[in-house]
């Protein structure tokens, strides 16, 4: 059985910094990508970024690229989002997730398997 546990959200300035975190359990971690998404109260779920399963590639929206950072750690089964100069509109449930094992797409949800149950980071103005 795949887990995956989120820890590292909270309450956070304008301007500050928070570093997501993301352990895995249940599946060999470095066969598969790995994303971050998140959702605003209100709001559909986005995609905020991914990568490869050895940690070649990135990807990342555009509303967080140069500002949001996704690394893995893959001795340790666990993936990273260092976060800066957080924005206000950065606020929301953040969730980790698995990707299936041969994805045809990075930003889609429907391409990723398994889910964490979501770390909350308030931004505050």
């Known amino acids: 059985q795949v887990q995956l546990v989120e820890s590292g959200g909270g309450l956070v300035q304008a301007g500050g910094s928070l570093r997501l975190s993301c352990a895995a359990s249940?599946?060999?971690?470095?066969?598969?990508?790995m994303g971050w998404f998140r959702q605003a109260p209100g709001k559909e779920r986005d995609f905020v970024a991914a990568?490869?399963?050895?940690?070649?590639?990135?990807y990342y929206a555009d509303s967080v690229k140069g500002r949001f950072t996704i690394s893995r750690d893959n001795g340790k089964n666990t993936v990273y989002l260092q976060m800066n100069s957080l924005k206000a509109e950065d606020t929301a449930v953040y969730y980790c997730?698995?990707?299936?094992?041969?994805?045809?797409?990075?930003?889609?949800?429907?391409?990723?398997?398994?889910w964490g149950q979501g770390t909350q980071v308030t931004v505050s103005s």
């Open positions: 997730a698995q990707g299936v094992r041969y994805m045809t797409s990075w930003n889609r949800g429907t391409e990723y398997a398994y």
């Open positions: 249940g599946r060999t971690f470095s066969n598969y990508n």
């Open positions: 990568i490869s399963w050895n940690g070649g590639t990135t």
